[in-house]
Structure formats: C-alpha cells, structure tokens
C-alpha cells in the first residue's frame, strides 16, 4: 500500500478537526482542506506534520479584553492511532528518536489519505528533546530550528521507515519543511559512491519538489542566525547548505524551499505578482487557495443543496448550479443557521443579540496587519448609520499569538469600543476562536467582513466559507476577494485594488469607504429589498463557492504542480 503512495504534503500545522488541537490557523486549517480535497479525488498522498502536544493555544480574554493563554492538554489517544516504527535525527549532536501518530482522512468514495503527527516525547530522549514537538510556534529560534529539523529531515525518515519509497513529489506547505531537501540530497549522496553534490543531484532532487509560499509578512519567512544553525544541524548538512549557497548571513527557509524546489506558487494570483517582486528571480506561479465544500458548509444549507444539487459533496464545481434554488428555500435555509449562531452567542455571552438584526461577522488570527479594529474608526458615524439606516450587530473572534503584543493590543481595542458603543450597536467577542466556531459564524451572519492591510492578505480563507453557504463579503480588495469580488454581485469591495507597490495604507479613508457601502448600499438592500439581497447570496454560493474551494485547488496541483 505505502509504496504507491506518490505524493507527500509537509506542514508545521494540521487542521484536521476542533479537538485536534495541532493548528494555529489559517495555513493548519488550509492543509486539512487540502488533505480532505486528495481523499476526495483519490490523489495517492500522504501527509506529514507535527504533533504539537501541549496544543494551540486555549485563549482566555478578561473583561477589558487581556488576553492570556493556556496549554491545552488534549488526549491524543482518542484520536490518533500511534504507529510502531520509528526514526531518528542528529540535533545539537544527540539522537532524538521520533515516533508517528496517524489518523486517516477519508473522501467522498471511502479513499484514505494517512496523516502523520511526528512526537519525540518518547523515554529513550533527552528530557529537553521530549518537548521538541510540544509547542507551535512556541520557544525561540533554536526550538524552532529543532522543530524543523524534526519535520524536514525526520518527516522524510519516518516515511522511509513506513515504507513509502514511491514517492515522486514533496510538497512544502511554507517554508517549515525546507530542510526536507537536505534529506532528500544526503538520500542520494548515500547511495553515490562520489559523494558530491553535483549539479544533476541537485536537479534530481528539485523535480522532487513542490514549494508553496503563504505569505508576503516577513515574520512568515522563517531565518536563523548562523551560530544556531551550526549549534543545531549536522556539520554534514550544514556543509551542504554552504555548497548550495544557502548560508549567506543566515538560513533563509524560504530561499532554500525557492532555490530546490522545481514548481514554486504563491496562494492568489495577487500574491504570485507580490511574491514575485519579493523573490526575483525565482519563477513563482499562482493556485489560488480554497475551503473544501463538505466540512465547511452548515446543515441546513446541506440540505437545500442536496435537494437541488445531488452531486455537490463529490463535484464542488456543481455548486454552480445553487442558481436554480428558489430564493426563500435559500433565505430559510440561511436564517436556520443563524438562528443557530445567534444561541450560541447569546447563550455564551449574555448579549441578547436579535435574529431580525443585520449581523456582521470578522474572525481572523488578532494581527496588526489584519486591521481588526477599523471597523470601529468613527463611533458618531456607527451610531447614525444604525439609526437613520437600519440596525446591525456583529460577532469578532481570533486569538493573538501569545507572544505578539500589537495582536493582544488589538482585542483590547475591540473591547473598548465595544464598551463605548453598548447603549446602541451590540458587539460580541467570542474566546478560542476555532474549526467548529468557524463554521457557526461563517454560515450565521449576514456578511462578511475583512479589512487587511493591502497587499499583506496572501490569500484568506474564511470569505469563502461564508460564500459557499450564501454569506457575502465586504472586504479591502486583497487577496482572493480581487479574484472573486464582483461589485454587487458577490459582495461589495472596501476601496480600489492598489497597485503593486501600494501607497502606505490609509486607515480613514478606508474606514469612511467601508461605512459608505455599508450606509449607501448594503444596509438598505438588506432591509428593504431583501429579494436582491437573496440573489447576491445565491451568487457568492453559485460563482464563489463553485470555484473557491479545495476540489479545484487540488485538481490544479496535481495538473501544474505533482504530475505536469
Ligand atoms: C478559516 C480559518 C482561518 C483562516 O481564515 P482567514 O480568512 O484566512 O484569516 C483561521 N482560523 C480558523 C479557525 C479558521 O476556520
């Protein structure tokens, strides 16, 4: 079985489901789409990650909205399955012995696609190297180093170990897995009796390999200091990432992933031209992200679509035909979920937020570039809109990471002007933001809001969920939204798209943008045409949710990326 397994997808964070708790977002909660995607289309791929047992992270907010963080201790047992073999790597000269965990994936048609969660919490380590696979994004640079050591090189071992020796492609979801490539050069050097790092070696090895890069924020390049990396790796590797020139000051992961990997992509079409300009001359292509249509599409609407698209949860294309669907099964279908939202919020935070009220929803990881707060830039003007237009209430969510002072400053902001607008606009925060309060919130409100700042929005992902269950979206023109934003059609934009090397953003402006669409166009269409409000929601299910979604991604990976 294992040998025609032909492609494996590496990633530092896996969200496969809520309890599972080895995600921080995003890019965790786009690589168990992805692996859901492959088991769906039968793509024979196996996937590689780590445990992270201490789990990300349990948010805890106090009243003024402080964030602190607890360890989550979730019990791996009940969900995966541990496996028997076993592989080691060299870290700061000692053996550190890895064992795997698995859990299957399985598709529509019964396909399985084994996932791996790599644990050195064994006996036979060293007490420091237990807690390598403890901690996402946790500790220093040197802890980080040794996380992607285990991932990379140890990642590319267990799979040895468990037999996998067919496989033709590894996939690099971000940077974290580069040094999977050593691995996959020392494979080859073993076996010559030369020993040389030549450049058919190095060929060999790039057809070999698939890089996808998430993000134009450089905290998302990972670097190391040269000291750490000599401290950390084998002199064998360090030796060779000399030889491919990929020590120039420090190790730059994602230079090294750029520089090995035959097919290189950016996440939207707008984030291959940034990532482009960021990485001349690399040839840098583009596969815009998607959400995978079964796992992220609530109950009720599941229903309406099975009645009226029978073949939706094998074929997401076929969502393009939601423009069948009468309007009022849409709306009904649509008001379940909300109503379902809205006991939630309410039963979690006393808010007594309204069915009737038009709710908008924010939920992103709390990070000063994703602007969270600008809904709130001009409280006179929130309060006039929701008396002269028409009412509206909103849900936010998102953790800051623990150790990111601008993200913990921004909830606290939130909270503030939730405080200062509770005589009349109903604001709710919800704590620990995950997989299944993403779903709830995503189908519940009414729209979608997202105000990055341009162009630092890689792709996004959490405005397709709301599309594919009929939930429009308000959004910067960033990211995925300039590919699936159609004025008045499938939602509304916040601005002009900027050009490439963008002006320095400008918050007020933006926000008064924001609040026209808002006064001008969608509140009013929301109360009083509710019919056309219906169809824009149709839309985004019919031409957003038809083409945003992990079927199609998967299908363009294998077409340009595993087997061109
Ligand atoms: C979808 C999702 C994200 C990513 O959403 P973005 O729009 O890309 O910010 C993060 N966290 C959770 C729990 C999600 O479900």
């Not at 040794?146 to 492609?169: H, K, M, N, S």
């Not at 691995?183 to 050097?189: F, I, K, S, T, Y």
């Amino acid at each position: 079985m294992n040998d025609q397994r032909k492609i494996a997808y590496f990633s530092m964070e896996m969200g496969l489901a809520a309890e599972i708790r080895t995600y921080s977002g995003g890019l965790g909660v786009l690589a168990g789409d992805t692996v859901r995607a492959a088991a769906d289309l039968k793509v024979p791929m196996v996937a590689v990650a780590l445990l992270h047992r201490k789990g990300y992270c349990h948010q805890i907010l106090d009243s003024e909205g402080n964030q602190t963080e607890e360890p989550v201790e979730w019990v791996i047992e009940d969900y995966l399955e541990e496996i028997p073999a076993r592989a080691s790597v060299k870290i700061e000269g000692r053996d550190v012995h890895i064992r795997a965990w698995a859990r299957d994936v399985v598709g529509y048609g019964g396909y399985r696609v084994p996932v791996l969660f790599l644990d050195t919490d064994l006996p036979e380590n060293d007490e420091v190297d237990r807690g390598l696979t403890h901690h996402l994004y946790g500790g220093d640079g040197r802890y980080r180093l040794c996380q992607e050591t285990i991932l990379g090189i140890g990642g590319v071992r267990v799979l040895r170990a468990l037999g996998y020796d067919a496989i033709e492609r590894f996939h690099m979801n971000e940077g974290h897995a580069s040094l999977l490539t050593c691995e996959l050069l020392d494979e080859r050097l073993r076996t010559d009796e030369e020993d040389k790092l030549t450049d058919e070696v190095v060929d060999a090895v790039r057809r070999q390999c698939v890089f996808t890069t998430h993000t134009p924020v450089p905290a998302g390049h990972d670097q190391f200091p040269l000291e750490v990396v000599k401290q950390v790796l084998e002199g064998r590797t360090v030796e060779m990432l000399e030889r491919l020139s990929c020590m120039d000051g420090v190790l730059n992961m994602t230079y090294l992933a750029l520089h090995l990997s035959h097919y290189v992509n950016g996440v939207a079409k707008r984030h291959g031209e940034i990532s482009r300009q960021l990485f001349a001359p690399y040839a840098i292509d583009s596969i815009t992200n998607g959400v995978h249509a079964r796992t992220w599409v609530a109950p009720p609407l599941q229903e309406v679509f099975d009645q009226h698209i029978p073949t939706w949860r094998e074929d997401s294309y076929s969502l393009r035909n939601a423009l069948c669907i009468p309007n009022h099964e849409v709306w009904e279908a649509h008001t379940r979920a909300k109503e379902e939202l809205i006991r939630y919020v309410n039963r979690l935070t006393n808010a007594g937020m309204e069915l009737e009220v038009f709710t908008i929803g924010y939920a992103r990881r709390a990070a000063t570039y994703k602007r969270g707060d600008m809904f709130f830039h001009d409280h006179d003007r929130l309060r006039r809109i929701h008396d002269d237009v028409g009412p509206f209430q909103l849900v936010f969510a998102g953790k800051a990471h623990p150790q990111d002072g601008g993200g913990k400053e921004l909830i606290r902001r939130i909270f503030e002007a939730r405080a200062s607008l509770k005589d009349k606009i109903k604001v709710v925060y919800l704590a620990n933001y995950d997989i299944e309060t993403g779903k709830l919130m995503t189908a519940g409100t009414d729209l979608w809001l997202n105000t990055p700042e341009p162009p630092l929005e890689a792709s996004g992902t959490s405005g397709m969920k709301a599309a594919l269950n009929g939930v429009p979206s308000l959004s910067v023109l960033d990211g995925w939204w300039v590919e699936g934003w159609i004025e008045g059609t499938t939602g509304w934009s916040i601005g002009r798209i900027t050009e490439s090397v963008p002006e320095p953003a400008d918050r007020e402006k933006d926000a008064s943008m924001l609040y026209d669409k808002l006064e001008y166009v969608i509140l009013p269409l929301y109360y009083k045409d509710r019919d056309r409000f219906v169809d824009v929601m149709r839309n985004c299910i019919a031409l957003n949710g038809s083409f945003f979604n992990t079927q199609r991604m998967m299908a363009q990976y294998v077409l340009k990326a595993y087997f061109p």
